[in-house]
Every structure is written in structure tokens, then in C-alpha cells.
């Protein structure tokens, strides 16, 4: 040992460690403990101040009669949530329809903003010429906000100046039809105005889904002899099977959180008939200055969408085979 170490000296090589400084040299430091803590710091202090503060917060307000110009706010303990299902109670029958209006829209809205998305995002993955113009045209209605959206088919579908009934006139359709004053036609334009504006959004998301699907798949399908529909049914289904997991619990939160377009197209019409959830929880907090209420209400539709969430990941949960 002495003479191996005795040459390696006279070629300039330094000695091995002992074993006890190799494990000594292997260990992390004793700070090294707290450096995922600091790459989690800048989450966990936004998700801590913009979502659990405001949890907390909207609990505490649900179990107050929190009145924002009177400097009583007094404990009721949970009189605000038996309200919403007492029908002696002065707003139970205004919260029971908005929920009726938002029910409504979500079931008419999201079955055609999964299939129609899904049918562009099939067109868009093929190849012919101008294929990124068309994306392009698509998606763009997605990048306006809601302001415009409404504030633009508010015009379009009046009934007495709009352009929609002036060219149904032209065809021969009526010229009168009260889009945005009376139901089912209501209906019919926030869903519709809703699919144009929304669908480049969920198109886009299949086209990703889409082309993370191996080709060889198409390929050994149709050798086998399979039809276009038997490959759409047993490769294109199966291989989107998470993204229409993501695309349809996205889909129903977003349908059942509208408020923008009753709020500027409808305006509630009529009565009250296109009132969604968000907007009478916006007026029972800002304009009836009843914030414990509106809490206790933004609590109780939180739970019904956690509700169908977990009962959509139960029904289309993706299973890796």
C-alpha cells in the first residue's frame, strides 16, 4: 500500500480520501433542507393572499350580518345559509331562480362547446392550404373580453335595429324575432353568442390533444381496414380521452360562472328569467350592501360546482393502461 502510494506521489497524483471524508463530501449542506421551501416561497405567498385569504375571509363573512355602511356586524351563525333554503325567506326564491338560469345555460352550453370545438379541431389537423389562416380566424373572437362581446351582439340582436333580424327579413325569416327580450329566444343568443365567442379556446386545446396522438396508431387502423369513423371512435376518442377530461370540467365552471352576457346582452330579460347565480350574488353583496349573504351563497354554489366536478372526474378519470 505504502509503495502504491509512494508512486502515485511521483506522478504527481493525489492521494484517495478516506472513506469518511467521501461520505462527508456527498452530503448536502445543512441548508439544503430549505431550498425547495424557497422555490415554493413566491407560490404559496400569491396562492396564500389572492386563495386562501379570501376563503377564510368569505367564511367568516357567511356567518355575519356584514352590512359595509353600518358599524355592527353581528354573528348569526349560519341563518344566512338557511335562508338560501327556507322558503319563508325573502331571497329564496330570487337565488333558486338564478340558479335555474345558470343551470339552464350550462346543460345547452357545454354539450355544444365540447362537440363543436372538437369537430373544428379535426378540420383544423388536416392539411390543406390556408390552414393557419383559418386557426387564426377561429381563435380570434376568443382574445376580446365580454365588455365588447356583449356590448357588440347587444346591438346586432335588437330587435328593432339589429342587423341579425334585418338580414333574417332579407331571406324571408322574421324580421322581428325579440332576441334578447324574451325566452327561448333569450336563451338562444347567450348560448350561440357564447359558442362563437368561446369555441377557438377548446379547438385549440383538442388540436394540441390531437397531435400528441402517434400517427402509426392511424396507420395500423387502417391497414386492419378500419372506416374513418371506427378510427374517430376506437384512436381519436381513446388518445383525447384526458384532454376531454381538462376541456369539459373547464367548460362547465366557465358556463356556470357567466355573467357578462346576461349581465350586457339580456340584462336579465326578461324579468329577471337570464339572472345566472354570479350576477345576484354581485347585487345581494355591492348593491344591497349584504356581504354576509352574498358569501354565504358564493359558499353554497362552490360546493354544488365542487360537487359536479368531482362527479365528471369520476365518470371520464383517465386510467393508464
Not at 339572472?275 to 350574488?281: G, P
Amino acid at each position: 500500500m505504502a509503495d502504491v502510494i509512494e508512486v502515485g506521489a511521483a506522478r504527481g497524483d493525489a492521494p484517495p480520501p478516506a472513506a469518511g471524508a467521501a461520505r462527508r463530501g456527498t452530503r448536502p449542506g445543512r441548508a439544503g433542507w430549505a431550498t425547495p421551501y424557497l422555490f415554493l416561497a413566491p407560490y404559496l405567498l400569491l396562492f396564500g393572499v389572492f386563495g386562501l385569504l379570501p376563503i377564510l375571509l368569505g367564511l367568516w363573512l357567511s356567518v355575519h350580518q356584514w352590512d359595509f355602511q353600518l358599524p355592527n356586524r353581528p354573528f348569526v351563525g349560519l341563518d344566512n345559509y338557511a335562508e338560501l333554503f327556507s322558503s319563508e325567506s325573502a331571497v329564496y326564491g330570487d337565488w333558486w331562480q338564478s340558479v335555474r338560469a345558470t343551470g339552464i345555460f350550462t346543460v345547452f352550453a357545454v354539450p355544444l362547446l365540447v362537440v363543436v370545438p372538437l369537430g373544428l379541431a379535426l378540420l383544423l389537423n388536416r392539411s390543406f392550404p390556408g390552414r393557419t389562416f383559418f386557426r387564426a380566424v377561429y381563435f380570434a373572437p376568443y382574445v376580446l373580453g365580454v365588455a365588447v362581446i356583449g356590448l357588440l351582439w347587444r346591438f346586432l340582436l335588437d330587435a328593432n335595429l339589429g342587423l341579425v333580424n334585418r338580414l333574417a327579413g332579407m331571406v324571408g325569416l322574421p324580421a322581428d324575432t325579440p332576441w334578447v327580450t324574451d325566452v327561448p329566444w333569450a336563451w338562444v343568443s347567450l348560448v350561440g353568442v357564447t359558442v362563437w365567442w368561446t369555441s377557438g379556446f377548446n379547438a385549440v386545446i383538442y388540436l394540441a390533444g390531437l397531435q400528441d396522438i402517434p400517427q402509426e396508431l392511424y396507420e395500423a387502423a387502417k391497414v386492419d381496414g378500419a372506416s374513418a369513423w371506427e378510427r374517430f371512435r376506437h384512436v381519436t376518442l381513446p388518445g383525447l380521452r384526458p384532454v376531454l377530461l381538462f376541456v369539459i370540467t373547464t367548460t362547465v365552471l366557465a358556463s356556470a360562472n357567466v355573467f357578462g352576457q346576461s349581465f350586457l346582452i339580456t340584462q336579465g330579460a326578461p324579468g329577471t328569467e337570464t339572472r345566472t347565480v354570479v350576477w345576484f350574488i354581485v347585487e345581494e353583496g355591492l348593491r344591497d350592501n349584504d356581504a354576509g349573504r352574498a358569501a354565504a351563497m358564493s359558499i353554497v354554489f362552490a360546493l354544488m360546482l365542487a360537487v359536479v366536478s368531482i362527479a365528471n372526474f369520476r365518470l371520464f378519470r383517465y386510467r393508464e393502461d
